[in-house]
Nanobody
Framework: QVQLVESGGGSVQAGGSLRLSCAAS????????MGWFRQAPGKEREKVAT???????SVADSVKGRFTISRDNAKSTLSLQMNRLKPEDTAMYYC???????????????????WGQGTQVTVSS
């Protein structure tokens, strides 16, 4: 049974930091491109960052220089370190996996097969 379980969300003031974690199980982790996505109320879900099995990353321009995605292939975990948070980062954050032999190659949201239930991040000004 595939599971992606996020943790680490919460409320923080602007300028603060949070670290999100995602524990993956039930699938061959190395075969999957892993990513973080977010969805704010009234907005479409958007890609935040992705990472392939070789730990090569792609990060959205809106968070570049502030957010860092990482993965531990031995532990099947995914992380998102978020620094210098802004109110516009407020959203539900989702961990997701795309079955792609471990490569991401600019995959869009529709390529991601498995999704976690999300963790809420709220940034106040």
């Amino acid at each position: 049974q595939v599971q992606l379980v996020e943790s680490g969300g919460g409320s923080v003031q602007a300028g603060g930091s949070l670290r999100l974690s995602c524990a993956a199980s039930g699938f061959s982790y190395l075969r999957y491109c892993m990513g973080w996505f977010r969805q704010a109320p009234g907005k479409e879900r958007e890609k935040v960052a992705t990472i392939n099995k070789y730990e090569s990353t792609s990060v959205a321009d809106s968070v570049k220089g502030r957010f860092t995605i990482s993965r531990d292939n031995a532990k099947s975990t995914l992380s998102l370190q978020m620094n210098r948070l802004k109110p516009e980062d407020t959203a539900m954050y989702y961990c997701a996996a795309a079955d792609s032999a471990g490569y991401c190659n600019g995959k869009g949201i529709s390529a991601f097969n498995f999704w976690g239930q999300g963790t809420q991040v709220t940034v106040s000004s």
